[in-house]
């Protein structure tokens, strides 16, 4: 490759299929308090958010009272109704452990995710792929979440570091959400939508659009980073 740099991935909805089972897991951790989600309401408007932005902005948007002790609570709660539904099975798209190690044997590959650490790193782990990443952007490692541009920037940054010729127009960002990919564009980088989660004409501006990474190729990031930004 002599255009391609490097490659950072959203996390769910891109590797894993895991949207539906953080949906189901924050529908039972609210419902604990008589509080109902629609999977309607969740992918139209919290799907980009990272666990403590979703429960802060639905209390924003029903004029909720949730203090941070509040929200902690229920990321707790969250987190451990997700973990037992994840628990004993693969949950990653078809292709994308091959297309992951395809990319990582050629670029140093990356994750920037709103999810939190130990979910990213246990669905990894099981699947023989947790060595093949450069470095791991989670739920707060960033003071703000996508659609910030502050996970995507931290990542490249600290890619960045082991190889100080990068530059963000030459690393492609892949994402399945308009959230994700404002956050790479905000950092530079070139952006490649997913529709695992989103039609193409819900995913915004983005410059190459494939039905998931088992339908992109290496050479289709080559090209594209081949063109100046």
Same mark, same amino acid.
């Given at each position: 490759m002599n255009h391609l740099q490097a490659?950072?991935?959203?996390?769910d909805g891109v590797i894993a299929n895991s949207e539906p089972l953080?949906?189901?897991?924050f529908q039972e951790a609210l419902a604990d308090d008589g509080i109902e989600l629609s999977a309607a309401d969740y992918f139209h408007r919290y799907l980009g958010y990272d666990d403590v932005g979703m429960?802060?902005?639905?209390?924003?948007?029903?004029?909720?009272?949730?203090?941070?002790?509040?929200?902690? /609570?229920?990321?707790?709660?969250?987190?451990?109704?997700?973990?037992?539904?994840?628990?004993?099975?693969?949950?990653?798209?078809?292709?994308?452990?091959?297309?992951?190690?395809?990319?990582?044997? =050629?670029?140093?590959?990356?994750?920037?995710?709103?999810?939190?650490?130990? /979910?990213?790193d246990d669905i990894i782990a099981?699947?023989?792929?947790?060595?093949?990443? =450069? =470095?791991?952007?989670?739920?707060?490692d960033t003071p703000q979440s996508k659609p910030s541009p502050a996970p995507y920037r931290l990542a490249f940054e600290r890619l960045?570091?082991?190889?100080?010729?990068?530059?963000?127009?030459r690393c492609v960002a892949i994402e399945?959400?308009?959230w994700g990919l404002e956050s790479a564009r905000g950092a530079g980088l070139r952006c490649v939508g997913v529709t695992n989660s989103y039609p193409a004409e819900q995913l915004g501006p983005v410059e190459l659009v494939v039905s998931g990474l088992d339908a992109l190729t290496l050479e289709q990031l080559e090209e594209l980073c081949s063109l100046k930004a």
């Amino acid at each position: 490759m002599n255009h391609l740099q490097a490659i950072v991935f959203d996390f769910d909805g891109v590797i894993a299929n895991s949207e539906p089972l953080h949906l189901n897991a924050f529908q039972e951790a609210l419902a604990d308090d008589g509080i109902e989600l629609s999977a309607a309401d969740y992918f139209h408007r919290y799907l980009g958010y990272d666990d403590v932005g979703m429960f802060e902005a639905l209390a924003r948007d029903r004029g909720l009272q949730m203090n941070p002790g509040k929200v902690t /609570e229920l990321v707790t709660r969250k987190g451990v109704k997700l973990q037992a539904m994840l628990h004993g099975g693969s949950v990653l798209f078809p292709g994308a452990a091959d297309f992951i190690r395809r990319a990582a044997a =050629t670029v140093p590959i990356a994750i920037a995710s709103g999810a939190l650490r130990h /979910e990213i790193d246990d669905i990894i782990a099981a699947a023989g792929l947790a060595e093949l990443f =450069t =470095t791991i952007v989670a739920s707060g490692d960033t003071p703000q979440s996508k659609p910030s541009p502050a996970p995507y920037r931290l990542a490249f940054e600290r890619l960045q570091q082991m190889s100080r010729d990068l530059e963000a127009w030459r690393c492609v960002a892949i994402e399945d959400s308009r959230w994700g990919l404002e956050s790479a564009r905000g950092a530079g980088l070139r952006c490649v939508g997913v529709t695992n989660s989103y039609p193409a004409e819900q995913l915004g501006p983005v410059e190459l659009v494939v039905s998931g990474l088992d339908a992109l190729t290496l050479e289709q990031l080559e090209e594209l980073c081949s063109l100046k930004a």
